[in-house]
């Protein structure tokens, strides 16, 4: 499978629980749109810099993206 979610069938994609990695709906969904815009519409779509959110489900809610402060530390990134 390649960043396009094309095997190596002519025609054949692969995206969900059947390509692997993290299983979350909206990975799914962002899965079926690059499916669609390559395959419907003729479009680029790779999943090669998508960005994966992640959430923990508590009250209130507490989510996030990105580096973690430790990555970006080893990084030499500026936290303010």
Same mark, same amino acid.
């Given at each position: 499978?390649?960043?396009?979610?094309?095997?190596?069938?002519?025609?054949?994609?692969? $995206?969900? &629980?059947?390509?692997?990695?993290?299983?979350?709906?909206? !990975?799914?969904?962002?899965?079926?749109?690059?499916?669609?815009?390559?395959?419907? #519409?003729?479009?680029?779509?790779?999943?090669? &810099?998508? !960005?994966?959110? #992640?959430?923990?489900?508590?009250?209130? #809610?507490?989510?996030? !993206?990105?580096?973690?402060?430790?990555?970006?530390?080893? $990084?030499?990134?500026?936290?303010?």
């Amino acid at each position: 499978m390649n960043e396009r979610l094309e095997t190596n069938m002519l025609g054949i994609y692969v $995206q969900c &629980d059947g390509k692997g990695g993290p299983n979350f709906t909206h !990975v799914s969904c962002d899965d079926y749109r690059i499916v669609r815009e390559n395959l419907l #519409h003729g479009g680029d779509e790779t999943a090669g &810099d998508r !960005v994966l959110t #992640h959430t923990v489900l508590i009250d209130p #809610h507490l989510g996030g !993206v990105g580096m973690t402060e430790r990555m970006a530390r080893a $990084q030499d990134e500026i936290f303010v």
